[in-house]
C-alpha cells in the first residue's frame, strides 16, 4: 500500500540553525500539507502546497518557514533559523481529488 | 472559522465493552469531517470520513460515525472494545469547498484506554 515517508525521523539542532525537513508525498497526490503537533498539544496546519505554489498557510507559517518542490517527489519544510518554540512533531501529509489525507510517521524535531 | 471540540481528554474503557468518543464541530460553511488514530511514536491513520454521503460511516477497524447536522456532531463509536484500540483518537474537520482541499483543523485528541 501506498504510504507517505519522512525522513529524518529525529532532528536535533541547535537555537539558530537551518533545517530541512523531507517527505515523500504518495505518488499520484496532488495536494501536500505540512502540519506539526507540539507535545501535548493538537496537530496545527502549517502549510498547503498545490500547482507548485503555496495554496493556503497559517499565521504559525512566517518568513522563517519555506515550502520546496524540488523534483517530482520531494516535498520539503524549511526552517530557517530556529527557535526553542519550534520544537515539536512535524507531519507531512498528501491527498488525492477524494479528501481524504494520508499523513508521514513525522519527524520529531528537537531545538536546543 | 471551523473548530472541533472533543469532550473528554481521555477515556476508559473495558475490552468489550462499547467505545464513544465525542466530536462537536463548528463550521459556517458545509463540513466534511473526519476521524483518525495515533498509536504510541507513529503517525496519523484515516478511520473514517463524512463527504455529505451517507450520514452514518463506517470506517476500519470496526468503527464507525454519524453525522448530525443539528446537533453539529460526529460521534466515534465500536461496539465491542479491543485491547489494540487503544490509541489517541483525533477529530478534525474541513470545509467542503468544490473542487478544492482545504486544510484539517483538528481537536485536542482523546486518549483511549483499554482495561482488561
Known amino acids: 500500500e501506498p504510504e507517505v515517508t519522512q525522513t529524518p525521523s529525529h532532528q536535533v539542532t541547535q537555537m539558530g540553525q537551518e533545517v530541512i525537513l523531507r517527505c515523500v508525498p504518495i505518488s499520484n497526490h496532488l495536494y501536500f500539507y505540512w502540519y506539526r503537533q507540539i507535545l501535548g498539544q493538537k496537530v496545527e496546519f502549517l502549510v498547503s502546497f498545490y500547482n507548485n505554489e503555496i495554496s493556503e498557510k497559517s499565521e504559525i507559517f512566517d518568513d522563517q518557514f519555506s515550502v520546496e518542490r524540488p523534483d517530482g517527489s520531494n516535498f520539503t519544510l524549511k526552517i530557517r533559523s530556529t527557535k526553542l518554540e519550534d520544537s515539536a512533531m512535524y507531519f507531512c501529509a498528501s491527498s488525492g481529488d477524494n479528501y481524504e489525507q494520508y499523513f508521514g510517521p513525522g519527524t520529531r524535531l528537537t531545538v536546543t | 472559522a471551523q473548530s472541533v471540540t472533543q469532550l473528554g481528554s481521555h477515556v476508559s474503557v473495558s475490552e468489550g465493552a462499547l467505545v464513544l468518543l465525542r466530536c462537536n464541530y463548528s463550521?459556517?460553511?458545509?463540513?466534511?469531517l473526519f476521524w483518525y488514530v495515533q498509536y504510541p511514536n507513529q503517525g496519523l491513520q484515516l478511520l473514517l470520513k463524512?463527504?455529505?454521503?451517507?450520514?452514518l460511516v463506517k470506517g476500519i477497524n470496526g468503527f464507525e460515525a454519524e453525522f448530525k447536522k443539528s446537533e453539529t456532531s460526529f460521534h466515534l463509536t465500536k461496539p465491542s472494545a479491543h485491547m489494540s484500540d487503544a490509541a489517541e483518537y483525533f477529530c478534525a474537520v474541513t470545509a467542503a469547498y468544490g473542487g478544492s482541499q482545504g486544510n484539517l483543523i483538528f481537536g485536542k485528541g482523546t486518549k483511549l484506554s483499554v482495561k482488561p
Open positions: 463524512y463527504t455529505s454521503a451517507a450520514t
Open positions: 463550521s459556517s460553511v458545509p463540513p466534511y
